[in-house]
Antibody
Framework: QVHLQQWGAGLLKPSETLSLTCAVS????????WNWIRQSPGKGLEWIGD???????NYNASLKSRVTISVDTSKNQFSLKLKSVTAADTAVYYC???????????????WGQGTLVSVSS | DIQMTQSPSSLSASVGDRVTITCRAS??????LNWYQQKPGKVPKLLIY???NLQTGVPARFSGSGSGTDFTLTISGLQPEDFGTYYC????????FGQGTKVEIK
């Protein structure tokens, strides 16, 4: 069963860079896209972007100028950097990835435990 | 981007009621549709994947249907522990989520 464990700084000042990492265990890292999602307090879910093991990325257009997602295949990890944060970036950030059953069929997505990132001066 | 529109935005129902939440995509997404339940302060919990497949461990009172642009999540016999906010998610292209449906127990 795929398990995602994430970590990173939880308190930032405006203009700093948010940095989170997610480690994937218990399943295949290769051949899949790995995602970052965020949820602002009291709000819905917002997709930030994704990356595959070859380093191909897709980003939410509203964040694209500030976001970088990278991958370290030697460690089965992927990371999120969001630069020039403001209070509007205060949110719980989740890493999310696909699960597959024993026959190789997609069986939904699994989520990391979430990291609350607060931006305050 | 594919827009996902959920309805209703909130509902209040009694234990034992049949509850239906709908999700409409702005274009066809085949069956690339997941449903989640989220309780306050918790990670979203996957209920249904690929439109109609019940995630392991999820009670059978939850079911999903639909394909193309119109999808439904049904709770057949609402239970007290089913309160929370429900989200649909399309994975056909870069992901987008519905705005959520808050379910309260009368």
């Amino acid at each position: 069963q795929v398990h995602l464990q994430q970590w990173g700084a939880g308190l930032l000042k405006p203009s700093e860079t948010l940095s989170l990492t997610c480690a994937v265990s218990g399943g295949s890292f290769s051949g899949h896209y790995w995602n970052w999602i965020r949820q602002s307090p009291g709000k819905g879910l917002e997709w930030i972007g994704d990356i595959n093991d070859s380093g191909m990325t897709n980003y939410n257009a509203s964040l694209k100028s500030r976001v970088t997602i990278s991958v370290d295949t030697s460690k089965n990890q992927f990371s999120l950097k969001l630069k020039s944060v403001t209070a509007a970036d205060t949110a719980v950030y989740y890493c999310v990835g696909p699960m597959y059953d024993s026959s190789g069929s997609y069986s939904g997505d699994t989520w990391g435990q979430g990291t609350l990132v607060s931006v305050s001066s | 981007d594919i827009q996902m529109t959920q309805s209703p935005s909130s509902l209040s129902a009694s234990v034992g009621d049949r509850v239906t939440i709908t999700c409409r995509a702005s274009q066809s997404i085949d069956t690339y549709l997941n449903w989640y339940q989220q309780k306050p302060g918790k990670v979203p919990k996957l209920l249904i994947y690929a439109a109609s497949n019940l995630q392991t461990g999820v009670p059978a009172r939850f079911s999903g249907s639909g394909s193309g642009t119109d999808f439904t999540l049904t709770i057949s016999g609402l239970q007290p522990e089913d309160f929370g906010t429900y989200y649909c998610q399309q994975t056909y292209s870069t992901w987008t989520f519905g705005q959520g449906t808050k379910v309260e127990i009368k």
